[in-house]
C-alpha cells in the first residue's frame, strides 16, 4: 500500500463555554466553530505537504472564533506550500500579522487571538509547530511525548493547568511579534502524532492521555477514531471545562 496519512477529529465546545471558539484544519478541509462528537476520519496520499492544526480562539476577548477560524482557513489554503521549516515559520508571521489586520478593521474584533498548534506532514519529515498553549504530542511504541512548547509560564508543584499564555496569534490591542516553535523530525511508517487544544490536556493528565491512546490498536484506522472519542469523553467526564478540539495523525502504508 502507498504511503498514507490517516486523521481522526472532532471539535465540542465542552460543558462550560457557550459555544466553541475553537477551529481545526485537515489537509484543505476546515471546521470552524463547530460542534461534533463522532470522530470523521479523513486520509491522504503522502507526498504534497498537508497541514493538519488546531487553532483556539481566546476566551474572554472579543472575536475569539474570528481569529481561530481565519488562521484555520489560511493554513489550509497555505498549506500546499509549506516545504519545511522556513515557510512554516513565515506562515505564522504571516498568521500574525492577518489576525491584527482583520481586528483594525473591525472595532468590536480588536485585540482578539488564538492559539495555533500542528504539524506539516510531508514525505520525509514531520513539521510540528505552535504559538500558545495549545499542543502536539508524537504516540509511538514507547510511549507519548510532547513535541510542542507551552507558551505559560512555568508552573508551580502539584499544580497542572495555567490560566497565562504568554504568546498568541493576535491578542493585543498593538501589533505583536511572535516567536514561532517550529521542529522537524524525520517521518516514520506507523508513528501517531495528537494535535489539541487545552481544553483536552488542562483537564486530562498526560499520563491518562497515554494510557488511553496506549489502548488502541497500531494497525487500525478505525481504532483512532474510537481513542479520539475516548479523548473527549476523558475531558468531558473530568468537567468539560473549556472547548475540545483534537486530531490524531497515524503514519500509514
Not at 510540528?128 to 510511549?143: I, K, M, P, Q
Not at 490536556?201 to 497515554?210: I, K, Y
Request: glycine share 10%; net charge negative.
Amino acid at each position: 500500500m502507498a504511503p498514507y496519512i490517516a486523521v481522526s477529529a472532532l471539535s465540542h465546545e465542552g460543558l462550560v463555554r457557550e459555544h466553541n471558539e475553537d477551529s481545526l484544519t485537515v489537509g484543505p478541509w476546515t471546521l470552524c466553530a463547530t460542534v461534533t462528537t463522532n470522530p470523521q476520519t479523513l486520509l491522504f496520499p503522502l507526498g504534497p505537504p498537508c497541514v493538519v492544526a488546531v487553532a483556539d480562539g481566546l476566551g474572554g476577548h472579543p472575536g475569539g472564533e474570528v481569529a481561530s477560524a481565519l488562521v484555520a482557513r489560511r493554513l489550509a489554503a497555505d498549506g500546499p506550500g509549506l516545504d519545511g521549516e522556513e515557510a512554516v515559520r513565515a506562515e505564522l508571521q504571516d498568521c500574525n500579522h492577518a489576525v491584527y489586520a482583520a481586528a483594525a478593521e473591525a472595532p468590536e474584533l480588536a485585540a482578539m487571538g488564538t492559539t495555533v498548534a500542528g504539524l506539516v506532514l510531508l514525505p520525509e519529515q514531520v513539521v510540528a509547530f505552535n504559538v500558545g498553549d495549545s499542543r502536539v504530542y508524537r504516540v509511538t511504541a514507547e510511549g507519548l511525548s510532547r513535541v510542542s512548547v507551552d507558551d505559560s509560564p512555568p508552573l508551580p508543584p502539584g499544580r497542572r493547568v495555567t490560566s497565562m499564555v504568554t504568546q498568541t496569534l493576535g491578542g493585543s490591542l498593538g501589533l505583536t511579534f511572535v516567536e514561532p516553535h517550529v521542529r522537524a523530525t524525520p517521518l516514520a511508517a506507523g508513528d501517531r502524532y495528537l494535535v489539541c487544544s487545552d481544553g483536552l490536556t488542562d483537564p486530562v493528565p498526560e499520563d491518562e492521555l497515554a494510557a488511553l491512546l496506549a489502548r488502541s490498536d497500531e494497525g487500525e484506522e478505525q481504532a483512532d477514531g474510537k481513542a479520539a472519542f475516548e479523548l473527549w469523553k476523558a475531558a468531558i467526564e473530568a468537567g468539560g471545562p473549556d472547548n475540545i478540539t483534537l486530531a490524531l495523525v497515524r503514519i500509514g502504508g
